[in-house]
Antibody, heavy 120, light 107 residues
């Protein structure tokens, strides 16, 4: 059974960089066809796609965040990561990592989510 | 970006009721639509992909239909564990976008 687990600081100061890692177990992150993505959800609000990385290393970012986001993969550790620079209070949210099926269409496996608060 | 609009934003229903949720895309997305269920404090769970394909392990009381710009999620007989918030998501193009959600509450 595939499992994903987010990890990283729960508190980040304004203007600093938010860094999260998603560890994948029960399957290889290098498997062809799959994409790996990040989604966030501000408290009490809806879901926002942040970006995805394909099995070939191609990246896709939400234009609203593109200038601040980097997603990368470490196949040796079976992990993928999110970096979001210059954070503000508006970036406070639960951050989820998820696997996407062929073509990066739907999100079929999700991590449990991690709350990141931006505050001084 | 493709905008996804769900209606209603909330619905009150009783156990055993049939519930229908509508999702409308701002442009043609063919059948590239997914539906998710989210319970409080939990990650979303994929219910339906490609508009009408039931994800493995999801009860058959859930069904999806539609193509182009108009889609529906139907719960044929609402069960106590179905009270949750439901989201649609277009999978036709990047950026991937979600609807605003529909909260299904107990009547």
């Amino acid at each position: 059974q595939l499992q994903l687990q987010e990890s990283g600081p729960g508190l980040v100061k304004p203007s600093e960089t938010l860094s999260l890692t998603c560890t994948v177990s029960g399957g290889s992150i290098s498997s062809s066809s799959y994409y790996w993505g990040w989604i966030r959800q501000p408290p009490g609000k809806g879901l926002e796609w942040i970006g995805s990385i394909s099995y070939s290393g191609s990246t896709y970012y939400n234009p609203s965040l593109k200038s601040r986001v980097t997603i990368s993969v470490d196949t040796s550790k079976n992990q993928f990561s999110l970096k979001l620079t210059s954070v503000t209070a508006a970036d406070t949210a639960v951050y989820y990592c998820a696997r996407q099926g062929a073509g990066g269409r739907s999100f079929d496996y999700w991590g449990q989510g991690t709350l990141v608060t931006v505050s001084s | 970006d493709i905008q996804m609009t769900q209606s209603p934003s909330s619905v009150s229903a009783a156990v055993g009721d049939r519930v229908t949720i509508i999702c409308r895309a701002s442009q043609d997305i063919s059948s590239w639509l997914a539906w998710y269920q989210q319970k409080p404090g939990k990650a979303p769970k994929l219910l339906i992909y490609a508009a009408s394909s039931l994800q493995s392990g999801v009860p058959s009381r859930f069904s999806g239909s539609g193509s182009g710009t108009d889609f529906t999620l139907t719960i044929s007989s609402l069960q106590p564990e179905d009270f949750a918030t439901y989201y649609c998501q277009q999978a036709n193009s990047f950026p991937r976008t979600f609807g605003g959600g529909t909260k299904v509450e107990i009547k």
